[in-house]
């Protein structure tokens, strides 16, 4: 990819990049028209739905569906073949250029449908992937797309059809380069693991960080959600900070780390992570496993739904299931329900008491209900361990400062000789403040 996220010129021959050549046409909205096909049990319309936004964040624009219902998918060609030519006549009635079908096919399934639709075909997989190749900007971002395509690539390199030959030419083909029929497996193998080799020092760096925060006693909070459920806005309301915010899936990536003060001016991290997605292709969660990681290692995770969305309860099930993958089920959660700028008051209270009476109904566009989530915030992130009484003479006034930033004070009363101080600490602050330790004797919390 061109600096500045600017396609290289058709004729550019790249191997690694993310981009293809012809995403000009994407940026220049000028869509792909595609086909939706979904198969399931009950199947309606409406489940096509997410796929449809999907499409729409890749550069399709979905001019028809067509569903199947079925218990289980066909073996050989995914829909039953009596389906398939609907599709064919759905693709040349409305000049599609693609069929985009709402799970991930195997390499067999693949060709034979390509085979008889003459289309480019498209799983859900693919076109996930295509997003991610969209939006990844930093260099960690960029490699870990690059794998989870490559990883996803490899096994269909003989099964991939007409398609292979048209790697770089619009969605769900925006892959490592404009790769031929005839690549080399063996190539790709190696650049596997260059980029595996690549992530394991980036993620050494991003280590080191986390592991300095980590020392530094400051409680860890962690956003996630369901994409585009407004945690990028969230954060921006909460640190005042800029993070990218796009109405569209997936618009980030890269994990933002800033730092928030609590109600009680105790400091915390809080950091925006990638969104989630029902069925989440596994090469996805794999490669972006270091990126997790600041989920996994946070003290409090703030789960952030929209209660706007008829699917909502669909939505906090697939994020949680995200989190037991990359383990971190343990954590503490706080939900926060977004978006109830857009519900009347009836409508709000129906949400709560339906997805969960615990959750705190919050606006991040708006601001409503942002202090209660912070008390909330606070409230449950772990106490620290110690009860300390001290006395902190006059001049030391860094001493009280460090315990409100970093502790929990719970009274101070200022006296001739100096401030008597009654506070939670960890064994850090502990170590600062035991000199001053007043006549009350330590004990430890819980």
Known sequence: MAQNGKPKPRGTH???????PLAATWRARVPEKAV???????????DLDELAALADSAGAEPVERVLQTRQDP????FVGKGKINEIHDAV????????????????????????????KVIDRTALILDIFAL???????????????????????????????????????????????????????????????????????????????????????????????????????????????????FATLDPTVRRIELPSGRAATLSDTVGFVSKLPHELVEAFRSTLEEVARSTLIVH????????????????REVLAEIGAVHIPEVLALNKIDRLSETERARAVARIDGDAVPISALTGSGLDELMERIERSLPRFP???TILVPWGREDVTAMLYRNAEVISDEAREDGTLVHARVGEREFAVVASFQHATPVTRAG
């Open 135 to 249: 939006h990844a900007r930093s260099r960690e971002g960029k490699a870990q797309v690059e794998l989870a395509q490559l990883t996803y690539l490899l096994p269909r390199l003989r099964g991939w059809g007409e398609a292979m030959s048209r790697l770089g030419a619009g969605i769900g083909t925006r892959g490592p380069g404009e790769t031929k029929l005839e690549v080399d497996r063996q190539h790709i193998k190696r650049r596997i693991s260059k980029l595996r080799k690549d992530l394991k020092d980036l993620a050494r760096t991003r280590d080191v960080k986390r592991s300095s925060r980590e020392r530094s006693g400051i409680p860890q909070v962690a956003i996630t959600g369901y994409t585009n459920a407004g945690k990028s806005t969230l954060m921006n309301a909460l640190t005042r900070s800029d993070v990218v915010v796009a109405n569209q899936l």
């Open 74 to 77: 066909n073996p050989a060609t």
């Open 304 to 319: 952030v739904a929209d209660a706007s969305s008829p699917d909502v309860i669909e939505q906090i099930d697939a994020v």
């Open 92 to 119: 040349h009635r409305s000049g599609a250029e693609a069929v985009i079908l709402d799970d991930e096919l195997t390499p067999g399934q693949l060709r034979n449908l390509e085979e008889r639709l003459k289309v």
């Open 386 to 388: 110690m009860d300390v």
């Open 14 to 20: 790249e191997t690694n990049t993310l981009e293809s």
């Open 36 to 46: 939706l096909v979904g198969v399931g049990r009950g199947i309606e319309e409406a």
